[in-house]
Structure formats: structure tokens, C-alpha cells
């Protein structure tokens, strides 16, 4: 079973509204880590944000909030205002305790492409 | 300021030929991390280093191999590339924190003629 899942292969959003990138996680642990990076075309991937499983509100960078409903094990992706430059690879990522050894092992979903539009 | 630095960007070896990637940070972080991302795919962990401790995930093939001489760099070495080789490779460091994030660099584009 996949840990992460990303069920919108691409998306399309006008410059200026909002986009909602969805991500489902599936997990045994209590205690586990979510994150969100961004891949332009150039290939870095870029840290955008990261929630707690213990974290009581949802976390908020900026135009980046992610809406952590832990009950239906989701943690959703909102851009607000969308620009040109949103337009990228998204990745939904989830770390689950530490890696033997030390360090933070994240698996990854398969993304969504993000297109922002005039 | 770029803080991960992996070298080169793009890199095309032939079929069988060893072919090594290199990675840089400027971080002082002490885990780094080679992640192998084929087209259209999840980045998938290949192995890690926290400081000199080599950590191999168990799927990944022996013809993958790494080296980290110091906190600054690390190289993954492919000692046979074959076909199915052709990726992205992203190179990632990170501190021990629970929440840590991690830092990628560019990713090198191996191609494999």
C-alpha cells in the first residue's frame, strides 16, 4: 500500500487564486512528520512546509498553509494568490521515526504538476 | 549561497562504464542523503551517511556504492550503469532533528547511452 498518495496528477489554477493540492498518508506511527516541497523544471526540490503530527494548529509559510486533518489522515496543500512562478512539481512527503543509523528518512508521493495560468 | 551543491548537473555515461557523482554542502550538517528519482516518480532513498556511517536501504542495488571522506562532501559511485540507471539523482543533507528538513541540491541528470 502506498504511504503517500497524491491523487491529482496536474492541476491548473488562474494567477491570483487559490489552489488546493490534496495528499492522504498512511501510517501506524503516533508520531510522524509531513512535508511539502516544490521541484521547478530546474530539479532542486525546495522545502515549502512542514506540520507535526502533534501539532495542534495547521502550519502556515507564508502563502503556503497546510491543512492537517488527522482524523482522515490528510494534510492538503493551500497556495493562496498564485503566481506564474508556483508553476512546478509539487511532492506531499511523510517522515515516519528515524532512520536506523540517525536521520530523517521521508517517502515521498508521486507529485502534481502545478500549472499557473494568466 | 547555494548551500547543496552537487556536480555535475547533467553527466551521460556509457552503458557499463563507472560514472561518479559528487555532492557539497555548506551546511555542517552531519547526515546527507542520495535520493534516486526516475521521470515521473517519487524520489526514492538509495542510502544515507550520518557522519561516517554509511545506512544502505535495503532494496538498493549493490552496483551502487558511496563515499563521504569529510562533513562537506559526498560522492555516489555507479559501478555499472545500466539502462535503467538513467535518473535524477538529488543529493540531500539534513540535522538529526525530528522535524528536520531537508536541503537538495540541483539533482545531476545521468543519462545512460
Known amino acids: 500500500a502506498q504511504k503517500i498518495t497524491q491523487t491529482q496528477p496536474g492541476m491548473f489554477v488562474q494567477e491570483k487564486e487559490a489552489v488546493t493540492l490534496d495528499c492522504t498518508y498512511d501510517?501506524?506511527?503516533?508520531?510522524?512528520?509531513l512535508f511539502w516541497y516544490k521541484q521547478p523544471s530546474s530539479g532542486e526540490m525546495i522545502f515549502l512546509i512542514y506540520?507535526?503530527?502533534?501539532?495542534?494548529q495547521n502550519a502556515t509559510e507564508g502563502r503556503y498553509s497546510l491543512n492537517f486533518q488527522k482524523a482522515r489522515k490528510s494534510a492538503n496543500l493551500v497556495i493562496s494568490a498564485s503566481q506564474l512562478g508556483d508553476s512546478a512539481m509539487y511532492f506531499c512527503?511523510?517522515?515516519?521515526?528515524?532512520?536506523?543509523?540517525?536521520?530523517?528518512?521521508?517517502?515521498f508521493g508521486t507529485g502534481t504538476q502545478l500549472k499557473v495560468e494568466l | 549561497d547555494a548551500m547543496v551543491i552537487q556536480n555535475p548537473r547533467y553527466q551521460v555515461t556509457q552503458f557499463g562504464k563507472p560514472v561518479t557523482l559528487s555532492c557539497s554542502q555548506t551546511?555542517?550538517?552531519?547526515?546527507m542523503y542520495w535520493y534516486q528519482q526516475k521521470s515521473s516518480q517519487a524520489p526514492k532513498l538509495l542510502f544515507h551517511?550520518?557522519?561516517?556511517?554509511?545506512?544502505n536501504e535495503a532494496d538498493t542495488p549493490d552496483n551502487f556504492q558511496s563515499r563521504r571522506p569529510n562533513t562537506s562532501f559526498c560522492f555516489l559511485d555507479i559501478r555499472s550503469p545500466g539502462l535503467g540507471d538513467a535518473a535524477m539523482y538529488l543529493c540531500?543533507?539534513?540535522?538529526?532533528?525530528?522535524?528536520?528538513?531537508?536541503?537538495f541540491g540541483s539533482g545531476t541528470q545521468l543519462s545512460v547511452l
Open positions: 540531500a543533507t539534513s540535522t538529526m532533528d525530528r522535524g528536520g528538513k531537508l536541503f
Open positions: 501510517t501506524s506511527d503516533q508520531s510522524y512528520g
Open positions: 506540520q507535526g503530527s502533534y501539532d495542534e
Open positions: 512527503a511523510m517522515r515516519e521515526g528515524i532512520l536506523t543509523g540517525g536521520g530523517n528518512k521521508l517517502t
Open positions: 551546511l555542517n550538517h552531519n547526515v
Open positions: 551517511y550520518y557522519d561516517k556511517d554509511f545506512n
